[in-house]
């Protein structure tokens, strides 16, 4: 079972002409037009989100991947081509036919997303537990008390000292900040998380403990992860699954292991190679 | 004759390294049946393709041609070769556990934990999950003081029986083996010949590397010579 399918997805940044899509990819060895500038971003990317399975994208920075996950995740809406959403009660729905309310309800109820950058998805002017009470609210809730208890099980699972959990998170350590992105995201029982080189900027001990905790979570809840990353390590890690990507394209996909193993694309053996 | 439980036909790997621009075979034109409750040895020099052979069964390197016939618990048959990633790491799961030469754990994971992981991944709770571990860590013969710790802190051949702890925590349908006792000691490597000895018992289908021909001699019920990119049966 599949929690996200797409077809030739694609999107161009840019005036685009019709030579955009062949002139551009990992064969040609850009992702810039050379008729008329445009950055293909994505380029026919076919791609299976196995559900309750961690998916690594990895690829070099300017490979799409994060342009991906902000189309799937639902911030971005020019992409061409078809992605399928599979709710939880199963149905598939179109991402590109959903108006920009829809997706903003997907975003608040059934996605979480934790960035690389704390400022980006936590709000420094509010306390740390207010982070989380917001997307409560969201989700519905509105007995103070409750959202006041389901911000500190939070926290606390995801290993915040609950005793700080009035202050701004601007306070905290990247690490701290990182958890509480996750409790965050994690605030209306998301069933797909969209993790964006959440590891990336902190220290290896942090880094460390921050993949633990996302493991057990993953072990415990069976979320479906789209893990944006270009530390193969970090991959190596997490995922059951893989897609490597390239100048908007998708060169190779497979199961973790395999592909480190015996990668097949000339350019997943030289990332693998330049890791190991 | 029991039943059938993988049928390799004409299995073929060949690697290409595009950075030099090369291309070789590791092995060529392989058949093999592997049968419930028997043990299929793979012999050869070191570099004839054993070891690849199991790894292209488990699929941890991608076949080039040939077909590995899997019949599964339910009575449906899976060609390996083709199978979609999902339907590979669901039978990875439950019913295909490979023991390979190196244990790759989670570096601060404890044992049981690394034991336990591939029940986590089904639907038991992980408190039964690890209370399983322990039993197979117990019957495997790993010493309780190291059952909370993290194997990267073990030796080689502690490293092994969590290796094997791993693969058995799941009764498996069938089981390959890459020399699993190449790093241990005499009385563990006792006690590994006796686990094999219970499991071809239990009707699991079992194909490996045995460094030793001793022992080899002692498990297998045939022997398939692998070597010079060809491989031929043997009685």
């Keep these: 079972m599949t929690v996200f399918e797409t077809q030739n997805l694609t999107r161009f940044y840019g005036v685009r002409c019709p030579r955009c899509l062949e002139k551009t990819g990992a064969a040609a060895g850009t992702n810039i037009c050379p008729d008329c500038g445009t950055v293909v971003a994505l380029n026919n990317v076919n791609l299976r989100v196995p559900k309750g399975e961690i998916l690594g994208v990895i690829g070099e920075s300017g490979s799409g991947k994060t342009t991906l996950l902000r189309y799937l995740y639902g911030v971005d809406f020019g992409a061409t081509g078809s992605a399928l959403y599979r709710n939880p009660s199963g149905e598939m729905i179109e991402l590109g036919e959903l108006d920009p309310a829809q997706r903003r309800r997907l975003r608040d109820r059934e996605f979480g997303i934790v960035f690389q950058n704390p400022h980006q998805g936590l709000n420094f002017r509010i306390s740390a537990g207010g982070n989380i009470a917001e997307r409560v609210l969201v989700s519905g809730e509105r007995n103070y008390g409750n959202i006041r208890e389901r911000a500190t099980l939070l926290l606390d699972r995801t290993g915040v000292p609950t005793r700080r959990m009035d202050e701004s998170p601007a306070g905290f350590s990247g690490g701290m900040q990182q958890r509480v992105q996750i409790a965050r995201a994690l605030a209306t029982e998301p069933c797909v998380l969209f993790l964006d080189e959440v590891t990336t900027s902190l220290d290896l001990s942090v880094q460390a403990k921050i993949l633990d905790l996302i493991l057990e979570l993953h072990q415990r809840t069976r979320l479906s992860i789209l893990l944006v990353t270009h530390d193969i390590g970090v991959a190596r890690m997490l995922a059951s699954h893989c897609i490597v990507m390239r100048y908007g394209q998708v060169v190779e996909t497979g199961l973790m292991d395999q592909i480190l193993e015996d990668p097949q694309h000339a350019y997943t053996q030289e990332l693998i190679g330049a890791s190991l | ?235």
Excluded at chain 2, 76 to 83: G, H, Q, S
Excluded at chain 2, 138 to 163: C, H, K, M, Y
Excluded at chain 2, 199 to 226: N, R, S, T
């Design chain 2, 1 to 235: 004759m029991s039943a059938t439980i993988l049928e390799v036909r004409n299995l073929k790997k060949r690697f290409t390294l595009h950075e030099t621009q090369t291309s070789f075979d590791a092995f060529d034109n392989v058949s093999l049946t592997v049968r419930a409750g028997s043990f299929t040895g793979l012999v050869g020099a070191s570099g004839a393709g054993k070891s690849s052979i199991l790894k292209c069964i488990y699929r941890r390197y991608l076949p080039s041609g040939g077909n590995c016939w899997f019949h599964t618990t339910d009575g449906e048959i899976v060609d390996l070769v083709t199978a979609s990633d999902q339907r590979t790491l669901e039978l990875r799961r439950k019913e295909i556990r490979f023991v390979s030469q190196f244990l790759h754990t989670l570096p601060r994971q404890s044992a049981r934990k690394a034991v336990a992981e591939p029940l986590i991944q089904s639907e038991i709770t992980p408190e039964d999950a690890l209370n399983q571990a322990t039993a197979t860590l117990e019957r495997i013969g790993l010493p309780q003081r190291l059952w909370d710790l993290p194997p990267a802190t073990f030796s080689g051949g502690e490293r092994q029986l969590v290796n094997m702890a791993r693969a058995l925590i799941v009764r498996p349908r069938l089981l390959l083996l890459d020399e699993p006792t190449a790093s241990l000691d005499p009385a563990s490597t006792r006690k590994m010949v006796e686990e094999i000895a219970r499991l071809k018992a239990e009707g699991v289908a079992l194909l490996g590397v045995f460094h030793d021909p001793e022992l080899m001699d002692a498990l297998a019920e045939e022997k398939i010579h692998v070597g010079g990119g060809v491989t031929w049966e043997k009685a």
